[in-house]
């Protein structure tokens, strides 16, 4: 399958696919995957080849985030009100090779927030294990959680990640004051 959109309709995109509209705003679209099998579960455990994704401006619901993240951004951003979270962009790209999608770069970025990292999705069995960095911005400061997210595609778990923490911490204790990175 090969398919090239320029300019996406998220909202309506989700809506046909019979999918909640999560994300609304304008996307480019770019998948070249091949797989075969007698279902779309056998298709999707041997597809091989790129999705990438890139979207510009719009908005995504913040139900997303779950309700801590959520939460905490209502408390320390003023652009953050109702369930429209302000999107300044949005990139994803899927490397997949018999049915292993390599996914990296994620970036999200808005104004109270951003993540970013990979990980990999089973497709076949429908998993994720992705490892983000979550940033909020306070008072012109980054403050970054790392968040582990695992188990089904469709109903994915995050949890505080302490052992990226802890390597986070210290390699910034380790680096000079120059080089730590965010």
């Known amino acids: 399958l090969k398919l090239t959109g320029p300019s996406l309709a998220t909202a309506k995109l989700l809506g046909f696919l019979g999918i909640a509209p999560l994300v609304d705003g304008t996307a480019q679209l770019h998948v070249d995957v091949a797989g075969s099998g007698a279902s779309p579960h056998a298709v999707a455990g041997t597809l091989d080849g790129t999705v990438g994704l890139a979207m510009a401006g719009g908005s995504f619901d913040s139900r997303l985030l779950g309700p ?3 939460t905490t951004l209502r408390l320390t951003s003023g652009s953050f009100t109702g369930t429209a979270t302000p999107l300044r962009c949005l990139a994803v790209r899927l490397d997949i090779a018999h049915g292993v999608a390599k996914v990296a770069p994620l970036v999200i970025d808005s104004p109270g927030f ?27 400061a980054g403050l970054g959680v ?33 080089d730590v990175k965010g």
């Open 68 to 70: 801590t993240l959520n």
């Open 114 to 140: 951003d993540v970013s990292g990979g990980g990999s999705a089973l497709l076949g069995d429908e998993t994720l294990a992705l490892l983000l960095r979550r940033n909020l911005r306070l008072a012109g």
């Open 146 to 178: 790392p968040v582990s997210v695992t188990g089904p595609i469709l109903a994915p778990r995050a949890s505080p990640d302490g052992g990226a923490a802890v390597a986070g911490l210290a390699s910034m204790a380790t680096s000079p004051i120059g």
